[in-house]
């Protein structure tokens, strides 16, 4: 980090700080490096990819990683581009930094108006993985490319261990190389679950049942809108003769009931759905099984955005941007699953454009459209992919009905969805926040990313975006000392001088789309 | 909170009572609360024997069956501490006039600083213990105060005018989804009072001072008693717009610690301020060293409903026949709630207050004073 | 076929960490929530309420439920933090702080 690239007249280079190494941000930042701007992308993982390019550890030696994954090709273009740029100076990587908040910070004088030429960002991260020592990355821009989580509704005994999320299945099986039992469950509803079945089965689970409550055929009666991605279907396809192939049993139209176990997951029941989503009685049939992975669907993480000041829109939970993907706060672009749950391939056209457009308004130039014409068209028929998918891979309408009043909602603070239901009818809260005040339902250490959906859900009231000022916790001292840290071997942006590195270098990333 | 004490005490009183909020119960400033029922910052006058009064009805209210524990009553007392003998000597003489006023104050020495608060900073040279400070949980105060009424509950009804009739008389209020009509109206709209006095026509200068909370991970109880530094009680008693914070800490019954508290006047915005909490933070771990490595999960903002001089408005409005103002208790909403909610129903109910309501009175600001202020 | 077959890993030589004092192998690159569950481990701590046992959820350090005490520091989220050799795991109950 000791070289300063320069800018366009020998002044040094404007800086972009991204916020995540998915898909998204690194889309975001191969498009953006080599175009005059430095780069520091920002990542909580030891290794970049994300969620969706999660990689074996290295020290674990895996030589066919590839193995977990899908889309292995464009991985590796990602992966190239980066080694490349970071070879050339164009970007910094900072792995296993997670951030905390994300500060504007108004260079100007106290008292007067923030304007985009005086605003600064700092981005607070915690080093990891203790998470207790501070760092301080300053930058003219930030891309957020946060991703997303996986959500989970409650039920009878999902608080058992055994009961893993869906994504957290995969996500042990493609870091660590591990799983959690010998018979599993994946259930829930959504595309993710068949890559977590047919993954966990090349792993050596056998997989008990999956079992989907969406019904197939929704998918058909949609067949105009999917059809425009013959890919995604095929993609479909292999995954349903992969299943076949490992006698996989696929359960439509069912869902989990129960978790049983005392204190571990010893068997589920599942049950079918009628066509008003309710379970059908006597259809209850129960599976032996030590692992449960189930999800209903993604949520985007907003916090570092609407920290920022950025608009969340409360329908979807994401980060509103515009076709330039910048947020409505000057400086501040989103990409990826925080501006909407869409997958890696939408995430990628998005983090290209987010990328191209901040270069070019960096260095003071208004960008061109048709800069990105390829990524823009891609984001238009995946938005329309997903926003048909989402129509059909919804949770069961009343699946609240089967959680008992004793089923423990938010899994922190042991609030059972009895309480949550008192307060709402006994106490008077009609809105979530409310509710939380009055049960401790979010208040706990995952501040409600995991109960949110069930409390809205169980309350029968709106979802509201959760304002959580800190990304993650972070340490009271550190806390006291923001601010004071500063960013090591960059000297503030005033002083700097001309830099030895070229602006522009060889290495094209190139928009990881087609 | 006042409004859901009014109705407690109104209904007890025999009057038929309706609660109407634009929000959900404890939407405004007693949702971002910490809770405090306190004697310890009030200096001698008016609202110290509104917070001696208050103390007694919350005492009262929390050995009902239930209701105590319903919104976790905890008389945990409060400790006030100096880090210098000049801030001691200060704080001593403080006490010495609380207790004039029958506030229980008792000397701290440096040594039985530790005993009372085991982690304590070492170095602070002494303070005042007030056993009469207590803390509840706001919202499920506010709720099961409600609730304990037995009082009509419209939440999500906005008031949007209030009714008079020809005389001028008040003869309730409208709001968005209907009309309600009653003899007499209690504006306990906390730092909104002063949109629904204007409603009425009358002038009530109710301010938002902003303030952060930082919520701790759940901890054992380290932190036994609402612990502070002595220059809170300046902070308090200030007028300036600027940034003020001092250490304000203490336990919870749900276990995370609370660290309070920063006074802004800059109306009603709610952005996340990092310099804020970064204060608090500072000032906190100052108190507490071993805060340092304890992580804050969250942080909220509120805004305290601060008048000129202080002190809230309490009593009717002598403008307005039918009128009757509670609001404006700044940071002390939670605490004053028991009292002026008591005072209300008696002048409601035609009979002689438990304290002279004379420096409450709504009507005591002149216009040049609030330019003033 | 288990994992490690799967992706054709060849680890680093497996050391050795301590669970509640009890030896449990290791390989490098690992979490602590590979560790146990490789160990056949699911759960490592109470909660503070019901005393219930907890282990891994989300996997990806979100949810908080997989906390754990490496080497004296409470609230570790397992699913995140790499064994190192000779760490010291031990369950933990409640806030994690003791009392």
Known sequence: MGTEPVGPRGGPSPRLAIVGAGPAGLAAALAAAGRGVHVTVIDSAEAPGGQFYRQPAAALGARRPQALHHQWRTWRRLRDGLERHIAAGNITHLPEHHVWCVERRSDGTPGQRPSAATDRFTVHALLGPGQEEPVEVRADAVVLATGGYEKVLPFPGWTLPGVVTAGGAQAMLKGGLVVSGRTAVVAGTGPLLLPVATGLAAAGVRVAALVESADPKALVRRAGTLAGRVDKLAEGAGYAVELLRRRVRTLVRHTVVEAHGTDRLEAVTVAALDAEGRVRPGSERRIPCDTLAVGHGMVPHTDLAESLGCRVDADGMSVAVDDEQRTDVPGVWAAGEATGIGGAALSLAEGHVAGRSAAARLRGREPDPREWAAAAASRTRLREFFAALDTVYVPPAHWAEQVTDDTVVCRCEEVTAGAVREAVGVLGAGDIRTVKLLTRAGMGWCQGRMCGPAVAGLAGCAEAVTRRPFARPVPLGVLARAGETGEPGRAPVESGEPGGLPVETEGRGGPAVK | MVGAACALYAARAGLDVTVVDRGPVAGGTTGAGEGNLLVSDKEPGPELELALLSNRLWTELASEPGLGTAFEYDPKGGLVVASTPEGLAALETFAAGQRTAGVAAETVTAGQLQELEPELAPGLVGGVYYPQDAQVMPTLAAAHLVRASGARLLTGRTVTGVLRSPDGAVRGVRTDRGEIHAPAVVNAAGTWGGEVAALAGVHLPVLPRRGFVLVTEPLPPLVRHKVYAADYVADVASDSAALQTSPVVEGTAAGPVLIGASRERVGFDRSFSLPVVRALAAGATRLFPFLERVRAMRTYVGFRPYMPDHLPAIGPDPRVPGLFHACGHEGAGIGLATGTGQLIAQVLGGRAPDLDLTPFRPDRFAVHEEAAG | ?99
Not at chain 3, 17 to 32: F, I, S
Not at chain 3, 67 to 87: E, F, K, M, W, Y
């Open chain 3, 1 to 99: 076929m288990n994992p490690l077959e799967l992706a054709d890993a060849e680890p680093g030589p497996a050391f050795g960490v301590t669970l509640d004092g009890r030896e449990l192998k290791a390989l490098p690159g690992q979490t602590v929530a590979a560790v146990l569950w490789t160990a056949g481990v699911t759960s490592w701590r109470t909660t503070r309420g019901e005393g219930r046992p907890r282990g891994v959820f989300c996997g990806i350090g979100v949810c908080f439920d997989c906390l754990v005490t490496v080497n004296d520091r409470p609230n570790q989220r397992a699913c995140l933090v790499p064994v190192r050799p000779g760490d010291v795991i031990r369950t933990q109950e409640g806030t994690g702080h003791g009392h």
